[in-house]
């Protein structure tokens, strides 16, 4: 037998001195939280660092790792939140991320997070970080869901077959998680392990022979004996292993630069799965029988229906848009009776009369028809008020979204899709980040880190832009209720709708001219059911408030200003000065782009300038064209009505495809960036700027000719 | 007899996976391999929904057509 314990001071002492993979220097300890997709980590990390990340009921909510620092009450140290990931392999971004922090970063502790519920599938992760030989403790949660479900499961039992800490906690309300702090604290690296002499680990060593990691001379585990960094990678991997308590089985290990090939692949998951097996079967008694069916699989036997499944989808998106937009919310009005609004127009409504009820209060304070008054009111009132006005609402479409998603819709919507996708090339695995879309352009294309095919992450990347994000959602709002009130909510799901059938339609353009070949099949973990967290919730809406908020204040407060500016202000009779609007600075500027969009239907110039100031920020289309509507309508009273909007020159069909263009042209600033970033090509974004600007071009065309042609 | 032809609330034991790549270490790591017991709780034409290990897999069509079972 090698004797692989010889000397384990000098391997530590030679590991800890290599620069490129010896331990950072740093004064506080690190604690690092990995575990699959879904299985509460970022619940866990919130709880122990204070902090309000948001935590969804579905795969790829953490896409990249954070960083905080540990509540005084668990500890003094930092603590990461790896991405969710179901193995070790390295065949998507959120996987690389996760081994090579461990690897390279070397945390004093890593913490895997293994899902109660969900005990045997989760531990096969658990034994590839256990095979790396770092220091491990393992948390079981969701402990309550399990109690729930009838399960008994022996923790310490399962910490002895396994041969690392195992502790149960329930994170969402916090058991447990003080004697986890307490145990991960007490683990140091490297230095309070000891080499066990019965490890099966080391047994099986003569029994599987060649071909396993199988250390014959220390010194070639020496780091200095490897000068390129893969041999130094697995010097060290296998140095650590030495002080390591693990008794999971044996497994291949890639041999300098050579892989390990698809079968080694597979007897590796065998091994382990062979050795979860036992483990479990020793340690947990389950409550319900395997292939009985709970109530997630009663719902999903209607959700995911063949026949029900897309309609009950579209059903679903219709009902949360119809609490959002509609005027007549009750179907009221059909009967003769008044109409009842739904939750987000009465909330609107109450908006719109705080927002004139401030400014009715501090029109008193400014001189009218001075510089100051036309800043304060007309712009700063205008612009930024007329986006708060609509907080509300878009509060209400975020509510429901994050309620969609909190209850584990989103993997099923996923999964329901992919076969209407697949004709065109894609994968219901592409409407994971499409669907997150939705909320924001940006977390949905940094979710496109959990597609294995850089192909479908290329296409993905470029479609989201195409989805609806709530910044636009505010220009429908304005649209649609000023000359849709009656259909609003049906408008603004047919822009939706229209969103993803140009998402799908490139898709099949990029796959069928650009991207040739095979689309990723689909494996998707469907998450149970879950009665929605109040609390997750309440974050989630916080953090959708905080965040128009912030905007509000910055760039469109900055952008409500320059417009302001730029409309007062121009060249009159040869003297520089503040001006009537049709002659300002931006009269002239807008006028210029406008003919543009004459075939459009929206051919004026404060239709021109709000689409470029859109750029900045999508609520800064309704920021300008609250500040012009205050400039060149003053009589057509308060807010963004249908009448302030004629007056700026829009009709009802012009209004329809300015609805359209604003849907599909070029991204926010921020969504550029992030596409520039994810993936890490020039010509990708400008590609992606120009073809959604054709696009929105074509398709408002389009929208306005049909729109003149049914008499709107 | 293939996957992707078993009927809801049906057993079968994997007995030969031919998927290859990223495909394969997916199932692999999933938990679907040779041996391994799954119940079909749905299947559709979108695919099948699985359950193996305690957990809910739903799997496309081109996948379950992958994987050879036996009752």
New interface residues.
């Given amino acids: 037998m090698p004797n692989c314990c010889d000397d384990p001071v000098d391997i530590r002492t030679d590991a800890s001195a290599q620069a490129p993979l010896g331990k950072p220097d740093r004064d506080r300890k690190t604690f690092a939280l990995i575990g699959n997709p879904n299985c509460g980590k970022t619940t866990l990390f919130n709880e122990l660092t204070g902090t309000n990340q948001h935590v969804g009921n579905w795969p790829g909510v953490t896409v990249e790792k954070k960083i905080g620092t540990l509540r005084p009450e668990y500890g003094d140290a930092d603590i990461v939140d790896l991405p969710g990931i179901?193995?070790l392999?390295s065949?998507?971004i959120e996987e690389r991320v996760s081994r090579a922090f461990i690897i390279d970063e070397r945390p004093d502790v890593v913490i895997d997070i293994v899902e109660a519920?969900?005990?045997?599938?989760n531990l096969?992760?658990t034994c590839q970080i256990a095979e790396l030989g770092v220091p491990l403790v393992v948390a079981v949660n969701m402990m309550d869901e399990a109690r729930a479900a009838g399960d008994v499961i022996d923790t310490a039992e399962l910490s002895r077959r396994l041969g690392v800490p195992v502790l149960p906690i329930t994170a969402v309300t916090g058991e447990g998680v003080i004697e986890l702090m307490h145990t991960a604290g007490a683990h140091k690296l490297m230095d309070a392990v000891e080499y066990e002499s019965t490890s099966p680990f080391h047994e099986g060593e003569e029994e599987h022979g060649h071909g396993f990691q199988d250390i014959e001379d220390p010194e070639e585990h020496r780091l200095d004996h490897h000068t390129d960094e893969k041999g130094r990678t697995n010097a060290l991997i296998s140095a650590y292993k030495y002080h390591n308590h693990y008794k999971g089985p044996m497994v291949y290990q890639p041999e300098g630069d050579a892989p390990l090939t698809?079968e080694q692949?597979?007897e590796n998951?065998?091994r382990r799965?062979a050795f979860i097996k036992e483990v479990v079967g020793a340690s947990v008694k389950?409550g319900r029988k395997?292939?009985e069916?709970n109530r997630?699989?009663k719902i999903?036997?209607v959700v995911?229906?063949?026949y029900l499944?897309i309609p009950l989808f579209l059903l679903v998106m219709f009902f949360m848009f119809h609490c959002t937009f509609s005027e007549d919310f009750l179907g009221l009005s059909a009967f003769g009776l008044d109409p009842v609004p739904s939750p987000g127009v009465w909330l609107q409504g109450l908006a719109q009369q705080l927002m004139d009820a401030i400014t009715a209060g501090i029109e008193p304070l400014f001189v009218p028809d001075t510089w100051l008054y036309g800043l304060v009111i007309d712009g700063v009132c205008g612009g930024v008020g007329a986006v708060l006005s609509f907080l509300p609402q878009i509060c209400v479409l975020f509510f429901f979204l994050t309620l969609l998603e909190d209850v584990g819709y989103m993997?099923?919507a996923a999964?329901?899709m992919?076969?209407a996708m697949?004709p065109f090339g894609m994968?219901?695995k592409s409407f994971v980040p499409m669907l997150m879309g939705f909320g924001c352009n940006v977390p949905a294309m940094m979710a496109c880190r959990t597609m294995?095919?850089e192909t479908d992450r290329k296409i993905t990347l470029f479609l989201v832009p195409f989805m609806s994000c709530g910044a636009r959602a505010t220009v429908f709002l304005v649209f649609a209720g000023a000359f849709f009130p009656d259909n609003a909510d049906v408008v603004v799901m047919g822009l939706y709708v229209l969103g993803i059938l140009v998402a799908i339609l490139t898709g099949w353009l990029l796959k069928t001219f650009v991207f040739k070949g095979e689309?990723?099949?689909?494996?998707?973990?469907?998450?149970?059911y879950r009665a929605p967290h109040m609390r997750s919730l309440g974050l989630a809406l916080w953090g959708t408030i905080k965040d128009y908020l912030q905007r509000a204040g910055t760039i469109i407060f900055v952008m409500s200003v320059v417009v302001w500016f730029a409309s007062s202000f121009g060249v009159e009779n040869g003297a520089f000065g503040m001006v009537d609007i049709q002659n300002s600075l931006l009269a002239i500027a807008g006028g210029a782009v406008a003919p543009l969009f004459a075939p459009l239907g929206f051919g004026v110039w404060p239709a021109a300038v709000a689409l470029i100031t859109g750029f900045a920020a999508k609520e800064s289309v309704v920021g300008t064209l609250g500040v012009l509507a205050n400039g060149v309508a003053d009589d057509t009273g308060a807010g963004l009505t249908q009448a302030a909007l004629s007056a700026l020159g829009f009709t009802t069909a012009g209004s329809f495809a300015f609805m359209v263009f604003s849907l599909m042209y070029l991204p926010c600033l921020a969504t550029v960036a992030t596409l520039r970033r994810e993936s890490n090509s020039r010509a990708w974004t400008a590609a992606q700027a120009c073809y959604g600007f054709a696009v929105a071009w074509a398709v408002a065309f389009i929208a306005y000719h049909v729109a003149l042609a049914v008499g709107m | 007899m293939i996957l992707g032809k078993a009927a809801a609330g049906t057993?079968h034991t994997i007995t030969a996976c031919h998927?290859?790549?990223?495909?394969?270490?997916?199932?692999?790591?999933?938990?679907l391999?040779?041996?391994?017991?799954v119940?079909v709780?749905?299947s559709?034409?979108?695919?099948l929904?699985l359950?193996?290990?305690?957990?809910?897999?739903?799997?496309?069509?081109?996948?379950a057509d992958t994987m050879e079972v036996s009752d």
Avoid: H, M, Q
């Avoid at chain 1, 519920?117 to 599938?121: A, P, S």
């Avoid at chain 1, 689309?519 to 149970?528: S, V």
């Fill in positions: 179901y193995s392999t065949y998507s519920t969900n005990i045997e599938r096969f992760l698809e692949e597979t998951a065998n799965y389950r395997a292939g069916l997630s699989d999903d036997r995911t229906n063949r499944g993997s099923r999964f329901i992919d076969r697949r994968s219901g294995e095919s689309t990723t099949p689909l494996i998707i973990e469907l998450p149970r | 057993s998927s290859t790549g990223p495909t394969r270490a997916r199932l692999d790591s999933l938990g391999v040779e041996g391994e017991r119940d709780l749905s559709s034409w979108a695919g929904i359950e193996i290990k305690g957990s809910r897999l739903a799997l496309c069509k081109a996948v």
